[in-house]
């Protein structure tokens, strides 16, 4: 059964570059959550994808950006990078959009801008 | 709007012994569902319990409890005989069934030998 699987596992950029992340759900899920979660805080909600639309979206500028594909999978995006957008992103799946599903995480995606 | 507010952001507990992690939520919505997550310094967030905020009994799930206080809108997670291996971040998080998923800051559990 496979789980959350993110891609790179870190990635360094400088100020200004483009990145791309990349998620694909566990086996069965549909939904795909993003999160950004600084050093010692607890995750910060990004934004959610169901059926190829973004249905939530949190406290985060237009600089991020988001994209489901048919199969499920996900890519982040995030353009103009700043120094404080140097974070873990994690990214959670589960089955409907709906908040009161349980979510499950993959390891994450460590992003450090210089 | 959804918040969730971890006032202990490090607890210890010797192993074998129990310990109890504090939340605190605050939501306009009723139907609205309680998670406890743990993080450990691999990094994979795991779920460690879920209630519905419409049940009135208690969560359970083998040596994790939950004590679910829903008019104080308090939510805390109880492990008993603590191991080495629930050293961890634990996060409590909100979710309605048409909104996202809020997380608190976290407790950071250490578990002494």
């Known amino acids: 059964d496979a789980g959350v699987t993110q891609s790179p596992t870190h990635l360094i950029k400088t100020r200004g570059q483009q990145v791309t992340l990349r998620c694909s759900p566990k086996s069965g899920h549909d939904t795909v959550s993003w999160y950004q979660q600084a050093l010692g805080q607890g995750p910060q909600f990004i934004f959610q994808?169901?059926?190829?639309?973004?249905?939530q979206r949190g406290n985060f500028p237009d600089r991020f950006s988001g994209h489901q594909f048919p199969n499920y999978s996900s890519e982040l995006n995030v353009n103009a990078l700043l120094l404080g957008d140097s974070a873990l992103y994690l990214c959670a799946s589960s089955l409907g959009d709906r908040g009161s599903q349980p979510q499950h995480f993959g390891d994450g995606t460590r992003l450090s801008i210089l | 709007a959804q918040t969730v507010t971890q006032s202990q952001p490090e607890m210890s507990v010797q192993e074998a012994e129990t310990v109890t992690l504090s939340c605190t939520y605050d939501t306009s919505e009723s139907d609205y569902y309680l998670f406890w997550y743990k993080q450990p310094p691999s990094r994979q967030m795991i779920l460690v319990i879920r209630?519905?905020?419409?049940?009135?009994q208690n969560a359970t799930e083998n040596r994790f409890s939950v004590n679910f206080q829903k008019a104080a809108k308090s939510f805390s997670l109880k492990i008993s005989d603590s191991q080495l291996g629930d050293a961890a971040m634990y996060f409590c998080a909100s979710g309605t069934s048409y909104d996202k998923v809020i997380f608190g800051p976290g407790t950071s559990l250490s578990v002494i030998p």
């Open positions: 209630q519905e905020a419409y049940k009135q």
């Open positions: 994808y169901y059926e190829e639309e973004e249905r």
